[in-house]
Structure formats: structure tokens, C-alpha cells
């Protein structure tokens, strides 16, 4: 079993940034990649960016590409995604997530981090 657990989300004016942590534990070594989902008060929740723990290889929604980055941090467990020139419609309760077998869905989820910015 894996264990996520994020945190960082809070109220931000938009054009602010943020930056939202995920830790990971248990058997993490099982995991080929993680990424980070939102999902907005009445919409279904989507996909915002991956990253590949052996290469870093990252993927990103058009929504955020060129906004939000994602990182990783091999040694601690971590997984980041910095959030930069934020809008309303980033309004949303962050997810991260990890998958065992590239292409697949993913298995593990934490419990989410609530992200508000305010216009």
C-alpha cells in the first residue's frame, strides 16, 4: 500500500502562487509515476500534471501548461507542484495521486487540499 498525504492549499488572490506538497510512504518504490488532479464543486475531476519518479518526465494540462510546475523530490518522498499566476478557475480541491503501471489508472489517492483564489 501507498500512503499520500498533501497539503499547501489555502486562499490566494489571483495572479499569486502557491505551492502544493504531497508526501508519499509505504511502498512507494512499486510507484512508475505520480500526478496531481483538481476537481471543482460540481464538475468531474481532472487531470493536471504528472511526473515519472525514474526520469522526471512531466505532462501537463493546456489549462496550466506554462502556469503550474510540477516536481519531485526522489530522496524525500515528495511531489510538488508549484502553482504560479493563478485564476478564479483554478478554484479546486487538489489530488495527488500515484500509479503503478504507466498508462494505467492510478491506485493511490490522498484526501485532497482545497485551493481558493479569490478575483
Known amino acids: 500500500q501507498v500512503q499520500l498525504v498533501e497539503a499547501g492549499g489555502e486562499l490566494v488572490q489571483a495572479g499569486g502562487s502557491l505551492r502544493l506538497s504531497c508526501a508519499a510512504s509505504?511502498?512507494?518504490?512499486?510507484?512508475?509515476?505520480m500526478g496531481w488532479f483538481r476537481q471543482a464543486p460540481g464538475k468531474v475531476r481532472e487531470f493536471v500534471a504528472a511526473?515519472?519518479?525514474?526520469?522526471?518526465?512531466?505532462e501537463y494540462a493546456d489549462s496550466v501548461k506554462g502556469r503550474f510546475t510540477i516536481s519531485r523530490d526522489n530522496a524525500k518522498l515528495m511531489v510538488y507542484l508549484q502553482m504560479s499566476s493563478l485564476k478564479p478557475e483554478d478554484t479546486a480541491n487538489y489530488y495527488c495521486?500515484?500509479?503503478?503501471?504507466?498508462?494505467?489508472?492510478?491506485?493511490?489517492w490522498g484526501q485532497g487540499t482545497q485551493v481558493t483564489v479569490s478575483s
Open positions: 495521486a500515484g500509479r503503478v503501471v504507466a498508462g494505467s489508472q492510478y491506485n493511490y
Open positions: 509505504g511502498r512507494t518504490s512499486t510507484l512508475y509515476d
Open positions: 511526473i515519472t519518479w525514474g526520469r522526471g518526465t512531466t
